[in-house]
């Protein structure tokens, strides 16, 4: 869990009765030492733990009560268990580059039973450098790094555990900083430090937050996926597959070197922003092919522009290499900006059958460019 980040917006008491109250000091399970409040989201707290056995820093997830057995049923805990069982067996690399469950206990609170899991304490994410729909560039080496690791991990999710993460962003990309002493990390929380900056071409980094993660043949829900970072078949509410994880990685790559999104969506008379985000894929990488269109729920409100997009071509060379308008010595080489739109084009493709697997991806030659 990226707890510096979270630390910038902790919050000290929680109204919603569906979260299990938790003190300073308090220990769970004689072993986990609740140090301070990570943070909430829509259906969890952290928590950073010292585990008493270890000495060991650790994020302790609490779930809300009404999930499992309530009225909002994930699959979290069943995937952590999954993905841990096979990574203890995996001699895959990616497996080096997703979070893992470190041990899992249910906690009784007044409104039910809270499931809590115990999870590697990991560093900040790319969200600190992001804001939506705009990020500081990150230089070319350092997003191939990203690139390389994020792309194992994938791989490692959809062959070996059958797992798609359906949620792809800069806030679930952090960087591994296991193995700080307490002491280091002790000195990270009180001055609330984000340690060091993505600089880094040889920094490692972890695939976080399987929440609303599913198999790839049991899916969870299909309102998946940020919506600047949504596959077209997630949008025409069509049948979708592990695909959907390489299409939001190429929007991701896209963003970090250009510091913009691909498809940001803008509405206008009689157009909605999920129209617009579509017909500028269509515009760039071809129109939605019949096979996702005739099951689409949404063909009749997204027909034009899967078909005609925004009336025009558009290069995506250019849209690259527009954004190093007036920075000639971050501008991409030629030969480079080539490779790299030949890279996106095997990830963003529209028709999902088209997008290339993670493994051949970690493959192409952009990942080995040298300049």
């Not at 008493?52 to 499992?68: M, R, V």
Request: hydrophobic letters at 35%; glycine letters at 8%; proline letters at 5%.
């Amino acid at each position: 869990m990226g707890f510096r980040s979270l630390l910038k917006k902790a919050l000290t008491d929680d109204d919603n009765s569906k979260f299990y109250k938790v003190d300073i000091g308090q220990v769970f399970q004689d072993r986990y030492r609740v140090e301070t409040h990570l943070g909430a989201g829509r259906y969890a707290s952290v928590w950073l733990v010292i585990d008493t056995q270890t000495g060991e820093h650790a994020a302790l997830k609490i779930l809300n009560s009404d999930f499992y057995n309530g009225h909002h049923q994930i699959f979290e805990l069943e995937v952590m268990q999954k993905v841990t069982a096979v990574s203890n067996q995996s001699q895959h690399p990616g497996k080096n580059h997703v979070t893992y469950l470190k041990n899992h206990f249910d906690l009784e609170g007044p409104t039910g039973k809270h499931v809590c899991m115990v999870m590697p304490l990991l560093g900040d994410s790319i969200a600190e450098k992001a804001t939506t729909g705009h990020i500081i560039r990150i230089p070319p080496q350092t997003v191939r790094n990203i690139a390389k690791q994020i792309l194992l991990a994938l791989d490692f999710l959809h062959r070996e555990c059958g797992v798609i993460h359906t949620d792809l962003q800069p806030s679930n990309i952090l960087k591994d900083d296991q193995g700080q002493t307490p002491k280091e990390i002790d000195e990270l929380v009180r001055t609330q430090s984000s340690g060091p900056e993505f600089n880094d071409p040889n920094m490692q980094f972890r695939l976080n937050d399987l929440g609303i993660a599913c198999f790839v043949d049991q899916h969870l829900t299909d309102d998946i996926q940020s919506e600047y970072l949504r596959a077209p078949e997630i949008t025409l509410e069509a049948p979708w597959d592990p695909s959907v994880d390489i299409f939001s990685l190429g929007c991701l790559l896209f963003q970090f070197i250009t510091g913009d999104l691909p498809f940001v969506g803008r509405p206008g008379p009689g157009v909605t922003a999920d129209q617009d985000r579509i017909a500028t894929l269509v515009s760039t990488f071809g129109p939605i092919p019949n096979v996702v269109l005739d099951n689409a729920a949404q063909r009749q409100e997204f027909e034009q522009q899967s078909v005609n997009g925004l009336g025009f071509p558009i290069s995506l060379e250019t849209m690259v290499g527009q954004s190093f308008a007036g920075d000639t010595q971050g501008m991409m080489p030629i030969d480079e900006l080539e490779l790299f739109c030949d890279f996106l084009r095997k990830m963003l493709a529209s028709d999902p059958r088209e997008r290339e697997h993670a493994d051949a991806l970690y493959r192409h030659a952009w990942l080995a460019y040298e300049g």
